[in-house]
Protein backbone atom coordinates (compact mmCIF):
# COMPACT_ATOMS: atom_id res chain seq x y z
CA UNK A 1 0.00 0.00 0.00
CA UNK A 2 1.30 3.57 -1.22
CA UNK A 3 2.33 5.36 1.66
CA UNK A 4 -0.14 8.24 0.88
CA UNK A 5 -2.76 5.70 1.23
CA UNK A 6 -1.77 4.76 4.95
CA UNK A 7 -1.69 8.32 5.65
CA UNK A 8 -4.92 9.13 4.05
CA UNK A 9 -6.56 6.00 6.43
CA UNK A 10 -5.06 7.87 9.34
CA UNK A 11 -6.08 11.01 8.41
CA UNK A 12 -9.51 10.07 7.86
CA UNK A 13 -10.00 7.74 11.07
CA UNK A 14 -8.73 10.84 13.31
CA UNK A 15 -11.52 13.39 11.67
CA UNK A 16 -13.76 10.52 12.35
CA UNK A 17 -14.59 10.77 9.03
CA UNK A 18 -13.54 6.57 8.94
CA UNK A 19 -15.29 4.57 11.89
CA UNK A 20 -15.98 1.15 12.68
CA UNK A 21 -19.04 -0.18 14.02
CA UNK A 22 -22.18 -1.04 12.97
CA UNK A 23 -24.09 0.85 10.38
CA UNK A 24 -27.34 0.45 8.07
CA UNK A 25 -26.20 1.55 4.64
CA UNK A 26 -28.68 3.21 2.21
CA UNK A 27 -28.77 -0.51 1.05
CA UNK A 28 -30.47 -1.97 4.07
CA UNK A 29 -26.91 -3.65 4.72
CA UNK A 30 -24.95 -3.48 8.08
CA UNK A 31 -22.10 -2.34 7.08
CA UNK A 32 -19.11 -2.42 9.66
CA UNK A 33 -17.50 0.58 8.88
CA UNK A 34 -18.85 3.77 7.64
CA UNK A 35 -16.88 6.74 5.63
CA UNK A 36 -18.46 10.31 5.81
CA UNK A 37 -16.36 12.70 3.58
CA UNK A 38 -18.87 15.81 4.69
CA UNK A 39 -17.08 15.25 7.74
CA UNK A 40 -13.67 16.79 6.02
CA UNK A 41 -15.27 19.97 7.15
CA UNK A 42 -12.73 22.60 8.27
CA UNK A 43 -10.41 24.57 6.80
CA UNK A 44 -7.46 22.12 7.72
CA UNK A 45 -9.18 19.04 6.67
CA UNK A 46 -9.93 20.20 3.55
CA UNK A 47 -6.66 21.56 2.46
CA UNK A 48 -4.86 17.97 3.62
CA UNK A 49 -7.86 16.40 1.39
CA UNK A 50 -6.90 18.00 -1.63
CA UNK A 51 -3.61 17.06 -0.91
CA UNK A 52 -4.43 13.58 -0.93
CA UNK A 53 -6.67 13.73 -4.04
CA UNK A 54 -3.10 15.74 -5.88
CA UNK A 55 -1.61 12.73 -5.07
CA UNK A 56 -3.66 10.04 -6.14
CA UNK A 57 -3.92 11.72 -9.58
CA UNK A 58 -0.74 12.29 -10.28
CA UNK A 59 0.35 8.80 -8.86
CA UNK A 60 -2.63 7.72 -11.69
CA UNK A 61 -0.51 9.62 -14.49
CA UNK A 62 -3.49 10.11 -16.43
CA UNK A 63 -3.24 12.98 -18.97
CA UNK A 64 -5.96 15.76 -18.39
CA UNK A 65 -6.57 19.30 -19.31
CA UNK A 66 -8.71 20.49 -16.14
CA UNK A 67 -10.42 19.47 -13.40
CA UNK A 68 -14.35 19.31 -12.98
CA UNK A 69 -16.56 19.30 -9.11
CA UNK A 70 -20.30 18.18 -9.42
CA UNK A 71 -22.31 20.37 -7.22
CA UNK A 72 -22.20 21.22 -4.56
CA UNK A 73 -20.31 18.15 -3.00
CA UNK A 74 -17.68 18.84 -5.70
CA UNK A 75 -17.25 22.16 -4.95
CA UNK A 76 -15.10 22.61 -2.83
CA UNK A 77 -12.88 19.41 -3.44
CA UNK A 78 -12.18 20.65 -6.84
CA UNK A 79 -11.36 24.09 -5.90
CA UNK A 80 -9.12 22.15 -2.98
CA UNK A 81 -7.55 19.67 -5.12
CA UNK A 82 -6.49 22.35 -8.04
CA UNK A 83 -4.90 24.50 -5.07
CA UNK A 84 -3.02 21.49 -4.07
CA UNK A 85 -1.67 20.19 -7.46
CA UNK A 86 -0.81 23.93 -7.91
CA UNK A 87 1.19 23.95 -5.00
CA UNK A 88 3.15 20.90 -6.52
CA UNK A 89 3.75 22.66 -9.51
CA UNK A 90 0.76 21.07 -11.77
CA UNK A 91 -1.48 24.14 -11.89
CA UNK A 92 -5.06 23.53 -13.83
CA UNK A 93 -7.87 25.28 -14.75
CA UNK A 94 -10.89 24.06 -12.91
CA UNK A 95 -14.48 24.55 -12.97
CA UNK A 96 -17.70 23.12 -11.61
CA UNK A 97 -21.54 23.39 -12.49
CA UNK A 98 -24.88 25.19 -11.12
CA UNK A 99 -27.98 23.46 -9.56
CA UNK A 100 -29.73 26.15 -11.28
CA UNK A 101 -28.86 28.08 -15.07
CA UNK A 102 -28.05 31.59 -14.36
CA UNK A 103 -29.66 33.41 -16.83
CA UNK A 104 -28.04 37.27 -15.97
CA UNK A 105 -24.41 38.39 -15.16
CA UNK A 106 -21.83 35.75 -17.25
CA UNK A 107 -24.87 33.13 -17.30
CA UNK A 108 -24.61 29.60 -17.99
CA UNK A 109 -24.67 26.77 -15.69
CA UNK A 110 -20.81 26.78 -15.07
CA UNK A 111 -18.33 28.59 -12.84
CA UNK A 112 -14.82 28.79 -13.80
CA UNK A 113 -12.99 27.99 -16.40
CA UNK A 114 -14.92 26.79 -19.94
CA UNK A 115 -15.16 23.26 -20.17
CA UNK A 116 -12.71 22.20 -23.22
CA UNK A 117 -9.94 19.31 -23.23
CA UNK A 118 -9.76 16.32 -21.47
CA UNK A 119 -11.71 16.78 -18.00
CA UNK A 120 -10.93 15.16 -14.79
CA UNK A 121 -14.05 14.64 -12.72
CA UNK A 122 -13.43 15.30 -8.87
CA UNK A 123 -16.39 13.80 -6.58
CA UNK A 124 -16.48 12.11 -2.67
CA UNK A 125 -17.87 8.87 -3.56
CA UNK A 126 -19.95 6.49 -6.04
CA UNK A 127 -23.01 5.14 -4.76
CA UNK A 128 -25.69 5.02 -7.77
CA UNK A 129 -23.77 7.09 -10.14
CA UNK A 130 -25.79 9.93 -10.63
CA UNK A 131 -23.50 12.63 -10.21
CA UNK A 132 -21.14 10.78 -12.48
CA UNK A 133 -23.96 10.75 -15.14
CA UNK A 134 -24.85 14.38 -15.06
CA UNK A 135 -21.08 15.61 -14.72
CA UNK A 136 -20.42 13.33 -18.13
CA UNK A 137 -23.82 15.07 -19.97
CA UNK A 138 -22.45 17.89 -18.73
CA UNK A 139 -19.02 17.73 -20.14
CA UNK A 140 -19.90 16.33 -23.24
CA UNK A 141 -22.40 18.90 -24.18
CA UNK A 142 -19.71 21.39 -24.15
CA UNK A 143 -18.02 19.43 -26.81
CA UNK A 144 -15.03 18.18 -23.79
CA UNK A 145 -13.98 14.60 -22.90
CA UNK A 146 -14.44 13.28 -19.65
CA UNK A 147 -11.53 11.12 -19.24
CA UNK A 148 -11.57 9.89 -15.97
CA UNK A 149 -13.44 10.32 -12.37
CA UNK A 150 -11.76 10.91 -8.83
CA UNK A 151 -13.16 9.46 -5.31
CA UNK A 152 -11.77 9.33 -1.99
CA UNK A 153 -13.03 5.73 -1.43
CA UNK A 154 -14.12 2.52 -3.14
CA UNK A 155 -16.22 0.45 -1.06
CA UNK A 156 -15.71 -2.69 -3.63
CA UNK A 157 -19.16 -3.52 -2.86
CA UNK A 158 -22.07 -5.04 -5.22
CA UNK A 159 -24.32 -2.55 -6.19
CA UNK A 160 -28.20 -3.97 -7.66
CA UNK A 161 -26.65 -6.69 -9.87
CA UNK A 162 -22.93 -8.22 -9.60
CA UNK A 163 -20.80 -5.06 -10.32
CA UNK A 164 -20.05 -2.12 -7.69
CA UNK A 165 -21.39 1.50 -8.39
CA UNK A 166 -17.53 2.25 -9.80
CA UNK A 167 -17.33 -0.48 -11.76
CA UNK A 168 -20.38 0.36 -14.16
CA UNK A 169 -19.63 3.80 -13.83
CA UNK A 170 -16.20 2.12 -15.89
CA UNK A 171 -18.33 -0.18 -18.03
CA UNK A 172 -21.13 2.90 -18.44
CA UNK A 173 -18.89 5.74 -19.78
CA UNK A 174 -15.18 3.95 -20.63
CA UNK A 175 -13.60 5.42 -18.59
CA UNK A 176 -11.30 4.72 -15.25
CA UNK A 177 -12.23 5.65 -11.47
CA UNK A 178 -9.28 6.08 -9.43
CA UNK A 179 -9.44 6.29 -5.73
CA UNK A 180 -7.62 7.48 -2.87
CA UNK A 181 -8.41 4.24 -1.02
CA UNK A 182 -10.56 1.50 -1.28
CA UNK A 183 -11.74 -1.28 0.81
CA UNK A 184 -8.31 -3.27 0.09
CA UNK A 185 -7.05 -0.59 1.31
CA UNK A 186 -8.37 -0.43 4.46
CA UNK A 187 -8.47 -3.96 4.93
CA UNK A 188 -4.40 -4.15 4.68
CA UNK A 189 -4.21 -0.90 7.29
CA UNK A 190 -6.01 -3.21 9.98
CA UNK A 191 -4.13 -6.51 9.42
CA UNK A 192 -1.31 -4.57 10.46
CA UNK A 193 -3.18 -3.11 13.65
CA UNK A 194 -3.45 -5.76 16.34
CA UNK A 195 -6.04 -3.86 18.68
CA UNK A 196 -8.23 -3.62 15.54
CA UNK A 197 -8.49 -7.71 14.90
CA UNK A 198 -12.15 -7.69 15.58
CA UNK A 199 -13.02 -4.58 12.93
CA UNK A 200 -11.04 -6.61 10.62
CA UNK A 201 -13.08 -9.95 11.15
CA UNK A 202 -16.11 -7.94 10.97
CA UNK A 203 -14.89 -6.53 6.98
CA UNK A 204 -13.59 -9.88 6.28
CA UNK A 205 -17.08 -11.42 6.58
CA UNK A 206 -18.79 -8.46 5.18
CA UNK A 207 -16.27 -8.21 2.13
CA UNK A 208 -17.19 -11.97 1.58
CA UNK A 209 -20.39 -11.07 1.41
CA UNK A 210 -21.02 -8.15 -0.84
CA UNK A 211 -17.55 -7.64 -2.19
CA UNK A 212 -16.73 -7.41 -5.49
CA UNK A 213 -13.52 -8.66 -7.58
Same mark, same amino acid.
Given at each position: ????????????????????????????????????????????????????? !?? &? %??? +???????? *????? @?? =????? !?? &? %??? +???????? *????? @?? =?????????????????????????????????????????????????????????????????????????????????????????????????????????????????
Amino acid at each position: MSDFKQAFIEFAIECNVLRFSEFITKAGRRSPYFFNAGLFNDGGSLRKLGQFY !AK &A %ILA +AQIPFSML *FGPAY @KG =IPLVS !AT &A %IAL +AESGHNYP *FCFNR @KE =IKDHGEGGNTVGSPLAGRVLIIDDVITAGTSVKESVALIQAAKAIPCAVVVALDRMEKGLGQLSAIQEVEQTYEIPVISIINLDNIIDYLAAQKSMAQNLEAIERYRAQYGVA
